[in-house]
C-alpha cells in the first residue's frame, strides 16, 4: 500500500523512508490534491455564513495530505534528486500552479474570506488569528482573485509558465553542475593541501574516476582556486564554474531568464503595479525598490572602495610571481589566501583539523542549549539517504522537534545550502511537531574537516532550524520562516554570531585526533582576520543584489546577459571579481520566486542581526538568559504572528541603522 495514504506508526511520525519509493510519489500526489480540491470546495460552498473556524481553519486543514506529500517529495528532489524525481518535478510544476490559481481564483471561497476581513472588528479573533486572516486575504489578492475575465485566465497561464520555468531553470543548473569535472594528474595535486587533496579523491570517487577530480561543488573547488599553484588550471576551473548555465547546450539557461523577465513583469503589470519589484517589495519590510536600492549603495561604495586597494596589494603578489598581466577572477582567492596567511598568520590548512564536522555540531547543539535549553539526542534511521543523521529535539523531557541533517556534497543534490521543514509545526490539526531539515555540500571526509566558512555555514543554516523548531503558533500558514522575505535571514546571520564567541571555539574547536584545543593564538589569529576580504565578499554580494534589483525594477530587458554587464559597468564593478551568482546560475532568483527583487534581503537582515547581536554584547554575556528570551519570544517563536518590523521593535525596543553592519563587515574606514 502506498505509504502515503496510511498513518505513519514511525517514531515521532517520521515519513517511513523505508517504505517510499519512487512510484509512490505521483498516484499520493494525484489523491492529494483531489482530497485538497474536494475540501476546498466544500467550505466555498458552504450554505452557512463564513466564520473564521469554517473558513480560515477549515483552509488550514485542506490540504493536511497535500503537505504531507510535498513534504516528503520536495526535499528529496532537491537533495537527492534521479531522472524519476526530476521528470516528475517537471511534470508536477504546472500541474500544482494550475491547483494553486484554482484556489485563488474561487471567487466564492474569496468572498467568503472578504466578507470576514470586512467585519473583522466583530469577529471577537485573537490577534494571531486577525493575522492569519489578514495574511489569508493579501495571498489572495495578490494572486489575482480581484481579477475578472481575461485578465485572470492570462494571469493563469502566465503563473503556470512561470513555475515551468522556474523548475527547467534549477535542473538544468544541476545537470551542469552534475556533468562537468577536471580530472588531475597526480603531479596536478602539488602545493595543495592534504584536506584539499582528500576532497579530490573523494569527488574522484563519486564520479567513477579512478583518479582526483576537480567539480563545481562550492566545498571543492575554493578550496582548489585558494591553494592551487597552477593558474592554468584554476582559470579552466573557474571558467567552468561562472559558465554554469550559459554552456550554449540543452541546459542553457539565459532565454530562460529572459522569458521568466518578461512573464514577471506581464504579471505586475496585470495586478496593477508599475514593475515586478513594487509587487514583490510590498509585503517585505523594505517596502519599495528605493529602500532597497539605498541600502545597497551605502554599503557598496565604501566596499568597492576596500576591494580596490586590496586588489592593488594581490596584483603586486602576482607581479612578484612572474606574471606581467593583471589580476584576474581565478587569481584572487589564491593570492588572497597567500596573503591572509602572511599578514594574519592563518592558514586554513592549520585550521581544520580543529574544525571536525561532529566538533561543530557539539558547537551548534551546545549553543542552542545555552540560549534556549534544547537537547539533543541522535535517533537511528532509515532516513532518505545513508548520509543523513537525524536528532529528537526536546526540551524539559519534552519532545519538541526532529531535526535532520544532510551535509555532504553529491551529484544528486543542487549545490548551496539550505533549511526545509518536512513537517511544520502548528498546533491545529494532525502532525504537530516540526520535521526541520539542515542541507550543505560539504567535502566528505573521515572525518569531514570544515573550513571555517563552512563551520558559518553550519550555524547559518542551524539558526533557520531553530526559528522551524522554536515556532509556537496555532497556524501552519504563519509558523517558522513564513515570514517576511528579509526578515527571514535574520535567525540565520544572527546564530553565525555564536561560532565567534571566544568560548565556544576554546570549548568545541579540538583537534580531530589528539582532542586538544585550538592554541589561544591561532585562535585570537582567527578571530582577528573575522573581516579580513570583506571588500571582495561585499561586492561579490551586493553586484548580485543590485542585478536582480535592476532586473525587476523597470522593463524587463530582452537579453539580460547585455542588462548585467551594463549594471555592472555602471557600477565600476573590479575587474578581478564577479557577482557572486551571475544571471544564467542565479538560482535565488530565477529557480522560483523566492528571493526574484529579494537577494538583498541576507543584506537586509544582516542589519538587525548586528545590531541583535550587539543586545547581548551590551547585556555582557553572549548566552544572556533574559536576552536569549526576548530573542525567543518575539523573533524565534512567533513566526509571521505580527509584521516584521513590530517582532523586531518587541525584541530591540527600536529599529537598527546601517551602521553596525559596516562595522562588521570591517568597512567603517571605508565608508
Not at 286 to 306: F, I
Request: proline share 5%; hydrophobic share 40%.
Amino acid at each position: 500500500m502506498n505509504p502515503f495514504l496510511k498513518p505513519w506508526t514511525t517514531p515521532f511520525s517520521l515519513p517511513p523512508f523505508g517504505e517510499i519509493r519512487d512510484e509512490f510519489f505521483a498516484p499520493a500526489f494525484d489523491e492529494a490534491i483531489a482530497q485538497a480540491r474536494k475540501n476546498i470546495a466544500e467550505i466555498a460552498e458552504k450554505p452557512e455564513a463564513p466564520t473564521f473556524a469554517n473558513t480560515i481553519e477549515a483552509l488550514e486543514r485542506a490540504e493536511e495530505l497535500l503537505d504531507r506529500v510535498s513534504g516528503v517529495f520536495y526535499n528529496l528532489a532537491g537533495a537527492d534528486a534521479n531522472d524519476t524525481r526530476e521528470a516528475l518535478m517537471r511534470d508536477l510544476a504546472p500541474k500544482m500552479s494550475a491547483f494553486s490559481s484554482e484556489i485563488t481564483n474561487n471567487k466564492a471561497l474569496f468572498s467568503r474570506i472578504e466578507a470576514l476581513w470586512n467585519s473583522l472588528k466583530d469577529l471577537d479573533l485573537t490577534s494571531e488569528q486577525s493575522r492569519v486572516l489578514e495574511l489569508y486575504r493579501q495571498m489572495f489578492v495578490r494572486s489575482g482573485a480581484s481579477l475578472e475575465g481575461e485578465k485572470s485566465a492570462q494571469l493563469t497561464t502566465v503563473k503556470a509558465r512561470l513555475a515551468v520555468l522556474g523548475t527547467q531553470f534549477s535542473q538544468n543548473l544541476l545537470a551542469d553542475e552534475r556533468e562537468w569535472f577536471l580530472p588531475l594528474a597526480e603531479s596536478d595535486l602539488e602545493g595543495l593541501p592534504d584536506f584539499v587533496i582528500a576532497a579530490a579523491r573523494a569527488a574522484g570517487a563519486e564520479k567513477g574516476e579512478a583518479g582526483p577530480v576537480v567539480t563545481l561543488s562550492r566545498s571543492v573547488i575554493v578550496p582548489f582556486l585558494q591553494f592551487s599553484p597552477r593558474r592554468a588550471l584554476r582559470q579552466k576551473a573557474y571558467e567552468a564554474w561562472v559558465a554554469r548555465g550559459a554552456n550554449g547546450n540543452a541546459h542553457d539557461n539565459r532565454a530562460i531568464a529572459a522569458e521568466t523577465l518578461s512573464l514577471r513583469e506581464t504579471r505586475a503589470k496585470l495586478l496593477g503595479y508599475q514593475s515586478f519589484a513594487d509587487f514583490k517589495l510590498e509585503p517585505e519590510m523594505a517596502k519599495t525598490p528605493a529602500a532597497v536600492r539605498s541600502l545597497l549603495m551605502r554599503v557598496w561604495e565604501p566596499a568597492r572602495k576596500k576591494a580596490l586597494a586590496d586588489a592593488t596589494v594581490l596584483e603586486k603578489m602576482l607581479h612578484a610571481d612572474g606574471i606581467a598581466g593583471p589580476l584576474e577572477a581565478w587569481d584572487w582567492r589564491y593570492y588572497s589566501e597567500k596573503r591572509r596567511k602572511a599578514e594574519h598568520d592563518l592558514d586554513e590548512a592549520a585550521l581544520k583539523p580543529y574544525l571536525s564536522l561532529d566538533a561543530m555540531l557539539g558547537a551548534q547543539f551546545d549553543c542552542a542549549n545555552r540560549l534556549f535549553g534544547l537537547e539533543f539526542r541522535e535517533i537511528e534511521g532509515p532516513f532518505y539517504h545513508p548520509d543523513v543523521r537525524g536528532w529528537d529535539v526536546t526540551r524539559n523531557g519534552s519532545h519538541l522537534a526532529v531535526f535532520l541533517g544532510d551535509y555532504f556534497a553529491r551529484g544528486s543534490k543542487r549545490s548551496g545550502a539550505w533549511c526545509s521543514a518536512m513537517r511544520s509545526q502548528k498546533k491545529l490539526g494532525q502532525d504537530t511537531r516540526p520535521i526541520v531539515v539542515n542541507v550543505c555540500n560539504f567535502a566528505k571526509g573521515d572525518p569531514a574537516l570544515l573550513s571555517y566558512d563552512d563551520a558559518r555555514t553550519l550555524f547559518h543554516e542551524f539558526g533557520h532550524a531553530l526559528h522551524q523548531m522554536l515556532s509556537n503558533v496555532t497556524y501552519g500558514f504563519i509558523s517558522g520562516t513564513s515570514v517576511a522575505r528579509d526578515f527571514v535571514e535574520l535567525p540565520s546571520q544572527l546564530y553565525e554570531h555564536w561560532l565567534e564567541v571566544p568560548e565556544v571555539l576554546e570549548k568545541h574547536a579540538r583537534h580531530w585526533q589528539t582532542g586538544a584545543p585550538m592554541p589561544a593564538d591561532l585562535l585570537q589569529r582567527l578571530l582577528a582576520a573575522g573581516t579580513y576580504d570583506q571588500g571582495f565578499a561585499t561586492v561579490e554580494f551586493v553586484a548580485s543584489a543590485l542585478v536582480d534589483l535592476a532586473f525587476h525594477e523597470g522593463a524587463a530587458p530582452a537579453d539580460p546577459m547585455q542588462k548585467q554587464t551594463e549594471i555592472l559597468e555602471s557600477l565600476g564593478m573590479p575587474r578581478a571579481i564577479r557577482m557572486r551568482h551571475a544571471t544564467p546560475h542565479f538560482a535565488h532568483v530565477f529557480s522560483g520566486d523566492g528571493y526574484s527583487s529579494g537577494y538583498y534581503s541576507y543584506m537586509w537582515s544582516e542589519v538587525m542581526d548586528a545590531d541583535a547581536f550587539a543586545a547581548f554584547e551590551e547585556a555582557g554575556d553572549a548566552f544572556d538568559p533574559e536576552t536569549a528570551k526576548r530573542l525567543e519570544t518575539f523573533i524565534l517563536s512567533a513566526g509571521g504572528s505580527q509584521p516584521a518590523e513590530e517582532l523586531y521593535t518587541q525584541f530591540r525596543g527600536r529599529m537598527p541603522g546601517v551602521e553596525p553592519l559596516l562595522k562588521g563587515r570591517g568597512l567603517l574606514e571605508s565608508a
